[in-house]
């Protein structure tokens, strides 16, 4: 069972940059996807960035392309998130969870996806 820590949160300006850490631990991570989804004030969770345990293949939602970018380094058993660009829209609480049942990133659905560590909150705010 995988248990998972985020942090690397904030308040930055807009156009800043961060980088959220999502630290493993109680086993191997590298057998499941490992997503970021993100939480603002009163919307539901939505899926950021994907990487995949099985090929090392990377998923982004639309909103994010081209600003983050999801790596891990396996002997630290972290996935980080690099969040460059920040936009006031970015704020909300980031999560990392486990993809439950294969390695590959998918659709970045909700139901599909267990493990949940306790967030980060990330502030963009001039």
């Known amino acids: 069972q995988l248990q998972f820590v985020e942090s690397g949160g904030g308040l930055v300006q807009p156009g800043g940059s961060l980088r959220l850490s999502c630290a493993a631990s109680?086993?191997?991570?590298?057998?499941?996807?490992i997503t970021w989804f993100r939480q603002a004030p009163g919307k539901e969770r939505e899926g950021v960035s994907c990487?995949?345990?099985?090929?090392?293949?990377?998923k982004y939602a639309d909103s994010v392309k081209g600003r983050f970018t999801i790596f891990r380094d396996n002997a630290k058993n972290t996935v980080y998130l690099q969040m460059n660009s920040l936009k006031p829209e970015d704020t909300g609480v980031y999560y990392c969870?486990?993809?439950?049942?294969?390695?590959?990133?998918?659709?970045?659905?909700?139901?599909?996806?267990?493990?949940w560590g306790q967030g980060t909150q990330v502030t963009v705010s001039s």
């Open positions: 109680g086993f191997t991570f590298d057998y499941y996807a």
């Open positions: 969870a486990q993809r439950g049942h294969s390695g590959l990133c998918g659709g970045m659905r909700l139901d599909e996806y267990v493990n």
């Open positions: 990487i995949s345990n099985d090929f090392g293949s990377t």
